[in-house]
């Protein structure tokens, strides 16, 4: 007996769409109308900034490269909160049944985590390269070419 493959889209092809009652608290909590890079379904771990066992998605925007929005259903209100990413690195966590994109700054106590299942985890470590390398990215310059 073989366990059927998940149809999920490949690492590469992170979804944009982000399901209507998201949208709302999404539009409320973007300010400066940034276009969605990516969108991703997961369920949040414990930590400060988050109760556990939210669903929610993690946004990525395309003008904001320093942050990300968790957007998160709490009973029947739908909130949204940004994580800053200039002190914080990702990485990957692979737990029993879970996938973790773990979001650390300092200590143990100052993390992030966000589970994704387990036949996602090519979409987390795909994930984790995309944050991590996000503060790669060059900035636009303002020096004109030398002419000869």
């Not at 200039?86 to 990485?91: H, K, N, R």
Request: proline fraction near 7%; charge should be negative; aromatic fraction near 10%.
């Amino acid at each position: 007996m073989r366990w059927p493959a998940a149809s999920l889209p490949g690492p590469e092809n992170l979804p944009q769409e982000i399901p209507g009652r998201y949208a709302t608290a999404f539009k409320r909590h973007n300010l400066l109308n940034a276009n969605v890079a990516w969108a991703v379904p997961c369920i949040s771990g414990s930590s400060k900034m988050l109760p556990s066992n939210l669903f929610g998605f993690l946004v990525g925007t395309q003008e904001d490269l320093h942050s990300l929005i968790f957007l998160y259903k709490r009973g029947f209100a739908t909130a949204a909160i940004s994580v800053d990413l200039d002190e914080y690195t990702a990485s990957q966590e692979s737990q029993f049944l879970s996938e973790n994109l773990v979001l650390s700054c300092g200590g143990k106590k100052n993390r992030l985590v966000f589970l994704f299942s387990r036949p996602e985890a090519e979409r987390v470590s795909h994930l984790v390269e995309k944050i991590n390398h996000r503060f790669a990215e060059p900035e636009p310059s303002d020096k004109e070419p030398q002419e000869e």
